[in-house]
């Protein structure tokens, strides 16, 4: 396994195919944790090592980390997943390696903690809520509408909105939740990068969600790149992040920040210290020509400095439409071979197989697929994802009624 001709090793927790060759390609020797390995591309094996290991437990990941390092040194641990990021900050700070601190990867992931940390800068009024008792205190105080979701969710999972008392009658809160007042307006994603202090915007992403009733009202239809914005409104979104991540003091890296563009100015949401999900990187690659996951690479592996290279040129629209289909079973689909044919697309990756059942859209996981198209702006390329999606078709088993899977 050691090979003396490698410029680095790295240790990655989770990571995609798309990553790994990345990494490959720098002469890097890959290390891989993943949860489970089921599912990982059996072509990766020979060049990268998997280990299968649930790094939930700290204290037993970093003795996991700590007896591979003492067998084969490792130069950096990364990840782009959500899950490992507070992991992985705490395991880099007990090595002495390059990343994020510990401090900044908990107040991401608690978004109470982070409406605490920028109540100064950007007020949201919000609580932590055991119970209906404190969620109706909170009613009382602020009135509706307002949103109710997990403290630490990810993925549009469990994320309503009570417009009423009979709203939270219908709502049960198992879990520490976080309650807090509903942002009117459009909502936008901002990509970044920041070294040592300094941060670069390097798209604004436009999202629009599916919206056809209370479930699907959060979960994203499709995204765009760059946003289609007036050059005020874009400034403002900016602006408004830059100063955001110097709050939560964010020094190196990628974030994700997702905000809404209200009457009175942007309103951050959530954030992420990791490139966006939903295939948005690369909808940024195509539009930008810029790599967040190259980027990322080369600051904590090799610690190039690159940032004062990035330059705000949008060469072309880029965007992303999900499919979501009548619930049931599935006898076969048509229209594939004509929708790739269309000038354009550049994939589309349908998940959906004759004899599977289609589930109603409750969250990001119950969509069918994608498809990704660029055009001379967003607003073309998301025209032709919308003609790529209309020409396919489903069609059902009449007896195989909707299984009724509950997320």
Same mark, same amino acid.
């Given at each position: 396994m050691f090979n003396k001709s490698i410029d680095k090793r790295v240790l990655i927790f989770g990571g995609t195919p798309e990553i790994y060759k990345c990494l490959l390609e720098k002469n890097v020797e890959v290390f891989a944790i993943q949860k489970d390995l089921k599912n990982i591309d059996k072509n990766m094996e020979p060049s990268v090592t998997f280990y299968e290991f649930d790094y939930k437990n700290l204290e037993q990941t970093l003795f996991f980390v700590?007896?591979?390092?003492?067998?084969?040194?490792?130069?950096?641990?990364?990840?782009?997943?959500?899950?490992?990021q507070e992991t992985v900050a705490a395991i880099n700070e007990s090595m002495g390696l390059s990343g994020i601190s510990s401090k900044l990867a908990k107040v991401v992931k608690d978004k109470s903690l982070m409406r605490d940390v920028i109540s100064d800068f950007s007020p949201v009024?919000?609580?932590?809520?055991?119970?209906?008792?404190?969620?109706?205190?909170?009613?009382?105080?602020?009135?509706f509408p307002l949103i109710l979701k997990p403290r630490y969710g990810v993925g549009s999972r469990g994320i309503k909105l009570l417009e009423s008392l009979e709203d939270i009658k219908k709502v049960e809160i198992e879990e520490i939740m976080m309650v807090e007042e509903y942002l009117m307006g459009k909502e936008f994603s901002v990509e970044s990068f920041?070294?040592?202090?300094?941060?670069? !915007?390097?798209a604004v992403t436009e999202k629009r969600v599916f919206d056809r009733n209370d479930e699907s009202k959060f979960v994203e239809e499709a995204h765009l790149v760059p946003a289609i914005l007036l050059d005020k409104d874009e400034n403002k979104i900016?602006?408004?992040?830059?100063?955001?991540?110097?709050?939560?003091?964010?020094?190196?890296?990628?974030?994700?920040?997702? !905000?809404?563009?209200?009457?009175?100015?942007?309103?951050?949401?959530?954030?992420?210290?990791?490139?966006?999900?939903?295939?948005?990187?690369?909808?940024?690659?195509?539009?930008?020509?810029?790599?967040?996951?190259?980027?990322?690479?080369?600051?904590?592996?090799?610690?190039?400095?690159?940032?004062?290279?990035?330059?705000?040129?949008?060469?072309?629209?880029?965007?992303?439409?999900?499919?979501?289909?009548?619930?049931?079973?599935v006898i076969d689909l048509f229209g594939l071979?004509?929708?790739?044919?269309?000038?354009?697309?550049?994939?589309?990756?349908?998940?959906i197989k004759p004899g599977d059942y289609i589930n109603p859209v409750k969250r990001s996981g119950d969509r069918c697929g994608y498809v990704i198209a660029t055009g001379e702006d967003a607003y073309h390329a998301y025209e032709k994802c919308l003609k790529a999606a209309n020409l396919i078709k489903v069609t059902y088993d009449s007896e195989g009624v909707y299984n009724g899977y509950d997320y």
């Open positions: 700590r007896e591979l390092s003492s067998e084969y040194p490792i130069d950096a641990i990364i990840t782009f997943t959500e899950d490992a009024k919000s609580v932590v809520v055991k119970d209906k008792d404190e969620l109706l205190d909170f009613v009382s105080n602020n009135g920041s070294s040592e202090g300094i941060h670069k !915007i390097i900016i602006d408004y992040v830059i100063d955001f991540l110097n709050r939560i003091d964010l020094r190196d890296g990628p974030a994700h920040t997702e !905000i809404i563009l209200t009457k009175t100015g942007p309103k951050v949401i959530e954030t992420h210290t990791r490139p966006g999900g939903d295939q948005i990187p690369e909808l940024v690659k195509l539009s930008t020509g810029i790599d967040i996951y190259e980027l990322s690479i080369d600051k904590f592996v090799f610690n190039k400095e690159k940032i004062n290279d990035l330059k705000k040129m949008p060469v072309k629209g880029a965007a992303i439409k999900f499919f979501t289909f009548s619930p049931g079973k071979e004509e929708a790739v044919k269309i000038d354009g697309i550049v994939r589309l990756d349908l998940t």
